[in-house]
């Protein structure tokens, strides 16, 4: 047996170059082949000779190739095998002269495979034209796992040239889509961390067989439950998920390939990952993005399959964490990041999720540096590879050579001294340098966010989600446990008043608990003020717990989504309903109640003169507002910044809404992403906005801006660009100069 003996060459203590001799000379003897050789693909792209048999020794590390070079440059690139009797008419077919490979007339060759991604290429060559079976190119594969494994755990590095690094630990950057802001230098932590088979060697195949057959029941019994008990296995898998699962799960092929595995001479181990290893070549290659999705489905289920054999745990326990990690996860729940240890992460890093992710808020609440979307990361990295991220820019590089490192380092240094600079301006009023008052306010959501009120000065809570508190929860939080929540919000602010926002859920806000419709346009749909309306016991209950909470306060409630006049009507009654409910029950009542909406559905422009009567207050909801206005969805990425805000149709309905409110002197504010932004923020001011609210890291910027910034110098500047009738499709080239010439830092 093959793979036997070459296992125990694998343990025997010897160096690298004498354990590959010795394995190619195993090998070619097995095979019944004048040559076998092993390149490996180096970090410049090209494939070096690191062993062989058969051919001139002296040509080893030194004939090399580029990949798509020659027959095995050609099995590099494709990651498939090649068997051929007639290798020398193939159109691809090219030699090395120093190798005296050209008396060689058959050749077999496979990828040396790891995660989908090539390490190498395995070849086997005869003189005579002989036609390799399927069973011999079986067998060379289940070969190339071995030095795969051998590769992979750095051992040949002892034999690499100057020059000629090997690609695995080769630097990449990665580019991703940027999710929350701050440079994360650490160790990559896989939130599933993959097991790295080391027995691949079976030696009983009837026993691997049927643990293999075990592993695959549990597996699937595990997935049914999941799936009947209507749970998502942990955090971001949802329903469609699990059912690709079970698809997969219960397809024939996909079992018939592992037991085919197993008779080769493998592992139950062994199996799944030669069967995954051919999917990850076949499917990463594909150019269908339906095809690389069911590749995920299917690395997770062989990723499960491995941890029920292994009985390793499935996810990395939060209380493990080493330092300086930075998380690497396929998706993310917002739930699971708050379980690790603040005080240890650095980074986070999804292969799915971006900026308007539900974990995406949380890392920003928590100042995470985070990037989202960056395709293929999962199987790119490898435990322990160092990592830089940049959560503004979405970039991550992968083992950074050291300059890169030190760039970085610089950087977060640089950025942590502005932040010293920022904390320093916390007891500065924003006041523009003509002596306009800006008020700056926080938005809020989760209680991680409470301590930056008094951090960052902020003057009041402008906006707090309250549906992230919800989606966190297991289930519907009780009236009790609501109004401990508020109440400890408004404790936590010393005084300083919270504009707390009804539950704003439905689109892409669901709360795992709750039932949900399929909607064909959810950000058209079923959400926020019309399903409070519909289902009044669930805005009841929450504006209970506020006014409860908010006894003996000054307490501000808002709305989300208001369309019409009547909305706002319907639910101030609903206000009205439990006040007086309240009163029977002889509890204090807030000290003042102010109530409002949030501008967000564009109809409401055009019934300011019904809200403004209505309303104590208006906050302008930009991300929803810009994204009805210009008909972009804002998570669709797309189209999310197709359009400026900066440009001459959204600044004029903005500034629709504070000459309006001027007139009847009701307080604007804006708590959109845009009123962060110190370039827009500017605008904002010059458009008459004096109340913005933001996260908790953009007050510092902004404030920053208004101490430099002459707002009615800003004023002038927008107005008759606003009132040009040949307005460019975004105004942000012109104001970001303006801002460069009058000395305003951005
Ligand atoms: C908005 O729409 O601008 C807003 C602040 O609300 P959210 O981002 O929670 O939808
Ligand atoms: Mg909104």
């Given at each position: 047996?093959?793979?036997?003996?070459?296992?125990?060459?694998?343990?025997?203590?010897?160096?690298?170059?004498?354990?590959?001799?010795?394995?190619?000379?195993?090998?070619?003897?097995?095979?019944?082949?004048?040559?076998?050789?092993?390149?490996?693909?180096r970090a410049d792209g090209r494939l070096e000779l690191y062993a062989t048999e058969g051919l001139n020794r002296e040509a080893v590390h030194l004939t090399t190739m580029r990949a798509g070079?020659?027959?095995?440059g050609l099995i590099a690139e494709s990651a498939e095998a090649l068997a051929l009797a007639d290798a020398q008419s193939h159109p691809a077919f090219s030699y090395k002269p120093e190798t005296?490979?050209?008396?060689?007339?058959?050749?077999?060759?496979?990828?040396?495979?790891?995660?989908?991604?090539?390490?190498?290429?395995?070849?086997?060559?005869?003189?005579?034209?002989?036609?390799?079976?399927?069973?011999?190119?079986?067998?060379?594969?289940?070969?190339?796992?071995?030095?795969?494994?051998?590769?992979?755990?750095?051992?040949?590095?002892?034999?690499?040239?100057?020059?000629?690094?090997?690609?695995?630990?080769?630097?990449?950057?990665?580019?991703?889509?940027?999710?929350?802001?701050?440079?994360?230098?650490?160790?990559?932590?896989?939130?599933?961390?993959?097991?790295?088979?080391?027995?691949?060697?079976?030696?009983?195949?009837?026993?691997?067989?049927?643990?293999?057959?075990?592993?695959?029941?549990?597996?699937?019994?595990?997935?049914?439950?999941?799936?009947?008990?209507?749970?998502?296995?942990?955090?971001?898998?949802?329903?469609?998920?699990?059912?690709?699962?079970?698809?997969?799960?219960?397809?024939?092929?996909?079992?018939?390939?592992?037991?085919?595995?197993?008779?080769?001479?493998?592992?139950?181990?062994?199996?799944?990952?030669?069967?995954?290893?051919?999917?990850?070549?076949?499917?990463?290659?594909?150019?269908?993005?339906?095809?690389?999705?069911?590749?995920?489905?299917?690395?997770?289920?062989?990723?499960?399959?491995?941890?029920?054999?292994?009985?390793?745990?499935?996810?990395?326990?939060?209380?493990?964490?080493?330092?300086?990690?930075?998380?690497?996860?396929?998706?993310?729940?917002?739930?699971?990041?708050?379980?690790?240890?603040?005080?240890?992460?650095?980074?986070?890093?999804?292969?799915?999720?971006?900026?308007?992710?539900?974990?995406?808020?949380?890392?920003?609440?928590?100042?995470?540096?985070?990037?989202?979307?960056?395709?293929?990361?999962?199987?790119?990295?490898?435990?322990?590879?160092?990592?830089?991220?940049?959560?503004?820019?979405?970039?991550?590089?992968?083992?950074?050579?050291?300059?890169?490192?030190?760039?970085?380092?610089?950087?977060?240094?640089?950025?942590?001294?502005?932040?010293?600079?920022?904390?320093?301006?916390?007891?500065?009023?924003?006041?523009?340098?003509?002596?306009?008052?800006?008020?700056?306010?926080?938005?809020?959501?989760?209680?991680?966010?409470?301590?930056?009120?008094?951090?960052?000065?902020?003057?009041?809570?402008?906006?707090?989600?309250?549906?992230?508190?919800?989606?966190?929860?297991?289930?519907?939080?009780?009236?009790?446990?609501?109004?401990?929540?508020?109440?400890?919000?408004?404790?936590?602010?010393?005084?300083?008043?919270?504009?707390?926002?009804?539950?704003?859920?439905?689109?892409?806000?669901?709360?795992?608990?709750?039932?949900?419709?399929?909607?064909?346009?959810?950000?058209?749909?079923?959400?926020?003020?019309?399903?409070?309306?519909?289902?009044?016991?669930?805005?009841?209950?929450?504006?209970?717990?506020?006014?409860?909470?908010?006894?003996?306060?000054?307490?501000?409630?808002?709305?989300?989504?208001?369309?019409?006049?009547?909305?706002?009507?319907?639910?101030?009654?609903?206000?009205?309903?439990?006040?007086?409910?309240?009163?029977?029950?002889?509890?204090?009542?807030?000290?003042?109640?102010?109530?409002?909406i949030m501008l967000e559905v564009p109809s409401i422009l055009w019934q300011l003169d019904e809200i403004l009567a209505r309303v104590d207050f208006i906050s302008v909801g930009s991300n929803?507002?810009?994204?009805?206005?210009?008909?972009?969805?804002?998570?669709?990425?797309?189209?999310?910044?197709?359009?400026?805000?900066?440009?001459?149709?959204?600044?004029?309905?903005?500034?629709?809404?504070?000459?309006?409110?001027?007139?009847?002197?009701?307080?604007?504010?804006?708590?959109?992403?845009?009123?962060?932004?110190?370039?827009?923020?500017?605008?904002?001011?010059?458009?008459?906005?004096?109340?913005?609210?933001?996260?908790?890291?953009?007050?510092?910027?902004?404030?920053?801006?208004?101490?430099?910034?002459?707002?009615?110098?800003?004023?002038?500047?927008?107005?008759?660009?606003?009132?040009?009738?040949?307005?460019?499709?975004?105004?942000?080239?012109?104001?970001?100069?303006?801002?460069?010439?009058?000395?305003?830092?951005?």
């Amino acid at each position: 047996m093959l793979l036997r003996r070459l296992r125990e060459v694998m343990a025997e203590p010897v160096a690298a170059q004498t354990r590959l001799d010795r394995i190619v000379v195993h090998i070619a003897a097995n095979m019944v082949a004048e040559v076998c050789s092993v390149y490996v693909l180096r970090a410049d792209g090209r494939l070096e000779l690191y062993a062989t048999e058969g051919l001139n020794r002296e040509a080893v590390h030194l004939t090399t190739m580029r990949a798509g070079e020659g027959l095995v440059g050609l099995i590099a690139e494709s990651a498939e095998a090649l068997a051929l009797a007639d290798a020398q008419s193939h159109p691809a077919f090219s030699y090395k002269p120093e190798t005296g490979e050209e008396i060689y007339n058959s050749f077999l060759g496979v990828p040396i495979l790891r995660g989908g991604n090539t390490l190498g290429v395995l070849v086997v060559q005869n003189r005579v034209r002989r036609v390799y079976s399927e069973e011999e190119v079986e067998v060379l594969q289940t070969t190339a796992m071995l030095l795969a494994e051998m590769i992979a755990s750095g051992e040949l590095q002892s034999i690499v040239r100057p020059g000629g690094d090997i690609a695995l630990r080769r630097p990449l950057a990665l580019t991703g889509a940027p999710v929350a802001d701050g440079v994360g230098l650490g160790y990559v932590v896989l939130q599933r961390p993959r097991v790295i088979v080391k027995q691949i060697v079976a030696e009983d195949l009837k026993k691997e067989a049927e643990r293999l057959d075990e592993s695959i029941a549990v597996v699937r019994g595990n997935i049914d439950d999941l799936i009947k008990r209507g749970e998502e296995d942990g955090p971001g898998e949802h329903r469609d998920v699990l059912e690709a699962f079970r698809l997969i799960a219960h397809d024939p092929g996909w079992l018939r390939r592992l037991h085919e595995a197993v008779r080769t001479g493998l592992t139950a181990e062994g199996a799944v990952e030669r069967v995954q290893n051919d999917a990850r070549a076949r499917l990463q290659r594909s150019t269908d993005p339906y095809m690389r999705e069911r590749l995920h489905d299917l690395d997770d289920l062989a990723n499960r399959l491995l941890h029920q054999l292994t009985g390793e745990p499935l996810t990395t326990a939060a209380a493990d964490l080493p330092d300086n990690a930075i998380i690497v996860a396929r998706t993310m729940g917002p739930a699971a990041l708050l379980d690790y240890d603040r005080a240890k992460l650095r980074g986070l890093v999804l292969e799915e999720g971006g900026a308007s992710s539900h974990v995406a808020i949380v890392a920003r609440a928590l100042g995470i540096p985070t990037i989202g979307e960056v395709e293929n990361i999962t199987t790119l990295v490898e435990q322990g590879d160092a990592i830089i991220i940049d959560g503004s820019t979405g970039e991550a590089h992968l083992r950074p050579p050291s300059d890169v490192q030190e760039a970085y380092a610089e950087k977060a240094r640089l950025r942590a001294r502005r932040q010293e600079q920022y904390r320093s301006l916390r007891d500065q009023p924003a006041v523009t340098k003509d002596g306009v008052k800006i008020d700056l306010h926080m938005n809020a959501g989760l209680l991680v966010d409470l301590p930056h009120v008094d951090e960052t000065g902020a003057e009041s809570i402008g906006l707090f989600r309250t549906e992230l508190q919800f989606m966190l929860a297991p289930q519907f939080p009780r009236v009790n446990e609501q109004i401990a929540l508020y109440r400890a919000v408004l404790e936590s602010t010393q005084g300083r008043p919270v504009t707390f926002r009804t539950l704003d859920i439905g689109g892409d806000k669901v709360l795992p608990y709750m039932r949900t419709y399929e909607e064909e346009n959810p950000a058209l749909g079923w959400r926020a003020i019309r399903i409070g309306l519909d289902r009044p016991g669930l805005l009841r209950s929450q504006l209970r717990a506020m006014l409860r909470a908010g006894g003996g306060r000054e307490l501000r409630i808002m709305f989300p989504m208001v369309a019409n006049a009547a909305e706002f009507d319907a639910a101030k009654a609903m206000v009205g309903l439990e006040l007086a409910h309240m009163t029977r029950h002889g509890h204090e009542e807030p000290r003042s109640l102010k109530l409002g909406i949030m501008l967000e559905v564009p109809s409401i422009l055009w019934q300011l003169d019904e809200i403004l009567a209505r309303v104590d207050f208006i906050s302008v909801g930009s991300n929803d507002l810009v994204q009805y206005l210009t008909a972009a969805d804002r998570d669709n990425k797309r189209v999310s910044t197709r359009f400026d805000p900066l440009s001459a149709p959204i600044l004029r309905a903005l500034k629709l809404v504070t000459d309006k409110a001027r007139e009847t002197g009701t307080p604007v504010t804006l708590c959109g992403e845009i009123g962060g932004k110190p370039l827009e923020a500017l605008a904002l001011i010059a458009l008459g906005y004096r109340g913005l609210s933001m996260t908790a890291s953009s007050i510092g910027p902004v404030k920053a801006m208004i101490l430099a910034l002459d707002a009615g110098e800003a004023g002038r500047f927008l107005s008759p660009r606003l009132a040009a009738r040949d307005a460019a499709p975004s105004l942000r080239a012109e104001l970001r100069a303006f801002a460069e010439a009058s000395g305003v830092p951005l």
